[in-house]
């Protein structure tokens, strides 16, 4: 299965400035509640492991609450992989991708 590299961008800057600002995946949640969204948890969760295409919209609204612009949020990060893409190919292939956010939204309605 080929992954989404801007699903993969967006989710590795949104954990870069999420974890710069200091806030948890209910941080980002309880924001984005506040400001009228629905994010659910494993949505957060599975969109920063690029485990999730996000919808303009969240990407919008996790952006605003960053408060870092959209498009630095799909840029792509200086990579040891750059110029090297069947390096980053296989890379990705790599990326464990598991069920272990499935228990994230126990309690969620």
Known sequence: MRKNIWS??????????????????????????????????????????????????????????LNIPLSSMLTIPVSPYAGKEDELEAYLEKCPIGDDYDDLDAGET
């Open 8 to 65: 993969i961008v967006f989710g590795f800057n949104m954990l870069k400035y999420r974890e710069l600002m200091g806030l948890s995946y209910h941080d980002i949640v309880e924001i984005a509640k506040d400001r009228g969204s629905g994010i659910s948890l494993s949505s957060v969760y599975r969109i920063e492991r690029g485990l999730a295409s996000p919808s303009l919209e969240s990407m919008t609204v996790i952006s605003q609450i």
